[in-house]
């Protein structure tokens, strides 16, 4: 059957290489691709059996992506107490109360994601969380996933004692007296939770998913890197295939451990072979996931110069410069793609280096690797991205000056340091893809507050703020075409990305025109319906 859209703004291309967007005021797909735009489309309009759609005065656009995100963490936080929603420390307490009230049966108490700027430094205290869990044990993640806040009762679940030693890779903070303070960072927090919590089911798992998915299509995405798998979340999407259960395309990110990734090449082989045999449009598993360093909020992004309030450290890298490079290479030559995750400019330049490298092995096959955060990129260090090739995965909704900006992050790098960041505008001037993406549920999902800060370079509830770093904003179309165009190319899609004629039908019908309106305004505007290969996954209100 044809469908055909009318009845208001088409943008065809949000950012053309030369000249302002490309629009229409039609557009037609048969078989979930585009056939025709304007006239044409308007005349397929009128053959009989053909379906019209009145975009009302609205806007169709190329559906988006999001180029990082971890969208069963993300569906799982549902599952724990609501300590998301808190705006001070006695609210994650009181979430976490009302929660043990509210199943007094649970042998663990397990939720996401608390605000770490409500302790100085971000260092949490196990007794606070005492007072309201007593002796049922408690863990807790922060928002950067990086990090986890323990009670009593789970410390002594996992056995760590003032003379228990930070793990590879990790750390205990603990207190001058030298006991741990109920803090967990990088290895220490993660090996607990994938070692010592009891896990989710299965079913739980799928759930979360599948709310997971739901809620992206209601936002007009139609794709997501999921940029953090491990053994146990390749069943999870498995049985939500076998269920038809997802609501948009999803690529799995297997990630590699610094310890055992030789072990892992032929196991993440398999994997991909399994799931390109499922041949189901919406689950591929074509990515390698690797964790260069950690985050500047913790001190554990590996910076080139040390920490402003800590002379002595440089931050945590999780791979030794050789077996990073080697890694790489190996992956690489097996022909996936690399998404290394990067925030420090020690990080972001090892990764560089080690995609630059592997890339020497064969210098005419073409590759789509990625870098992802892109934090903080030392001088000279943003015009590499177009010269190797990579994609930089920015999460543009951090490109503002908040709270955790000005309390953590701008503090532990200092103000010499704070105009490395997040330099959108110098990366795509200088000539690289970029993609854009949400690292939910570190933060939003959504896209258009993000845009909007991509713009503005400020929160769009604070429309008259001073722009931060006001060089590193781009236009709207340029935004947009992260997400869409840019999008693509990650998603190894040549066919997704633009409205031209022949590509994939996936559309986005939005109440308003994205690049026309108030930059501050993008996040009132309100998804009218979403398309994926021109099948319609959500279907909302025209008004």
Known sequence: MTTVFTGGTVIIDPAPATGPAETSDALAVRDG??????????????????????????????????????????????????????????????????????????????????????????RFDARWL??????????????????????????????????????????????????????????????????????????????????????YAEQGTTWIQDAWVDAGDVETYRAAVREDRLH??????????????????????????????????????????????????NHTAALTDPYADRPDDRGLPNWDEAELRAATAAFDALGFQLHLHAIGDAAVRSALDALEAAQAQDPARERHHVIAHVAMLAPGDAERFAAIGIIANFEPYWAQCDAVMESLTIPHI????????????????GGATVSFGSDWPVTTKDWRPAISTAITRHSHLEPDAESWLPEERVSAGEAYAAYTR?????????????????????????SENPLAVDPNRIPEITIRGTWLAGRATFVGSSS
């Open 486 to 510: 840019g999008i693509a190319r990650q998603a190894l899609a040549t066919d997704r990305g633009t409205l031209d004629v022949g590509m994939t039908a996936d559309l986005v019908w939005l």
């Open 130 to 215: 005492d007072e309201v869990t007593g002796d049922t044990p408690t863990v807790l993640r922060a928002w950067d996933y990086h990090t986890a806040w323990v009670n009593t009762a789970a410390l002594a679940a996992g056995g760590i004692t003032a003379d228990t030693p930070d793990p590879h890779l990790g750390r205990i903070v603990r207190r001058e007296d030298g006991s741990p303070l109920g803090t967990l960072q990088e290895a220490a927090a993660n090996d607990f939770l994938a070692n010592v919590v009891p896990g989710f089911s299965l079913e739980a798992r799928v759930d979360a998913i599948e709310a997971a998915t739901r809620s």
């Open 414 to 429: 200092g103000h010499d340091r704070e105009g490395w960041q997040y330099l959108i505008g110098s990366v795509l001037r």
């Open 248 to 297: 948009t395309r999803v690529n799995l990110a297997l990630r590699a451990d610094p310890m055992h990734w030789r072990e892992q090449l032929d196991e993440f082989a398999a994997v991909r072979d399994e799931i390109r045999a499922l041949a189901h449009p919406r689950l591929s598993a074509e990515t390698i996931k690797v964790f260069v360093d950690g985050v500047i909020e």
């Open 33 to 122: 691709r585009v056939i025709a735009h304007g006239a044409e489309a308007r005349t397929l309009a009128q053959e009989s059996g053909t379906e019209v759609v009145d975009l009302a005065g609205g806007t169709l656009a190329p559906a988006l992506g999001d180029g990082h995100a971890h969208p069963v963490l993300g569906g799982l936080e549902a599952a724990g107490p609501a300590v998301r929603a808190a705006s001070d420390l006695d609210g994650i307490l009181r979430a976490v109360a009302e929660w043990k009230a509210e199943n007094p049966e649970a042998e663990w108490i397990v939720g996401a994601s608390y605000d770490a700027t409500f302790a100085p430094g971000g």
